[in-house]
């Protein structure tokens, strides 16, 4: 029978936090960020098994926090690269031979909601790939020289993406693949379906699903990971 996996990006620090801080571990309703994204795909019934791509030796840390926090799905691990989209691809070759279906997230957006994981993944089988996404409600401008403007931009037009990003396994092997093989550096992985020609069906995000970069972050996270209930 078919899969459907989580790849969960937890191999970074996050620079701007902080030289010593682990973003990832940062206490949000008296949990750490990222046990409040992996509940997430925890508790989505379509999603079988969650693999975490991890710094080498934090395996440990991880188990621990698996059972402190009573997650049912199983899940391994898997090393993060040099770039995220090396962590992305070690992180796939961790998938399961039945793995049909693989939905990738940062683990740094803790206030996914199980129903825009489910979308997600809906589209991708439809359409091969798709990305939760938010129109942008900004008025955006182009600058040539980073100081004066040189045109504006029709937002209507403008989405700004997020995670989780999901796929048709074959589709991601393949876009990554080809990333790869021509030493590309990318942002994110639907712009490496771009590079073979895939469309990524836009799924919108009806709220917010920010991630965590910056300390001014993190009230309103917390605020909002509140409102879901998640600090209960």
Request: hydrophobic residues 45%; aromatic residues 6%.
């Amino acid at each position: 029978m078919p899969l459907t996996t989580a790849i969960l990006v937890a191999a970074g620090r996050g620079v701007r936090m902080g030289a010593q801080t682990d973003k990832l571990f940062l206490t949000l309703g008296g949990q750490p960020v990222v046990a409040h994204a992996w509940r997430r795909f925890d508790q989505v019934a379509a999603i079988a098994e969650v693999i975490l791509v991890i710094r080498p030796g934090m395996e440990e840390t991880f188990k621990q926090l698996a059972a402190q926090c009573h997650f049912t799905k199983p899940f391994r691990f898997a090393h993060g690269g040099k770039e995220r989209q090396d962590s992305v691809w070690n992180g796939l070759e961790r998938l399961s031979a039945r793995t049909e279906i693989v939905a990738i997230h940062d683990a740094a957006r803790p206030c996914t909601s199980p129903e825009l994981i489910q979308a997600t993944i809906d589209a991708a089988r439809q359409f091969g790939a798709a990305v939760a996404a938010q129109r942008v409600t900004d008025t955006i401008k182009h600058s040539d020289d980073g100081e004066l403007i040189a045109r504006h931009l029709d937002r209507s037009r403008l989405w700004s993406v997020q995670t989780p990003q999901t796929f048709r396994v074959e589709v991601i092997r393949r876009a990554l693949a080809l990333v790869r093989e021509k030493n590309l550096q990318i942002t994110d992985d639907t712009a490496a379906c771009e590079w073979i020609g895939q469309p990524v069906k836009l799924v919108p995000s009806s709220s917010p699903n920010p991630k965590v970069t910056v300390p001014d972050d993190l009230p309103y996270i917390e605020l909002l990971l509140k409102r879901l209930g998640a600090s209960s």
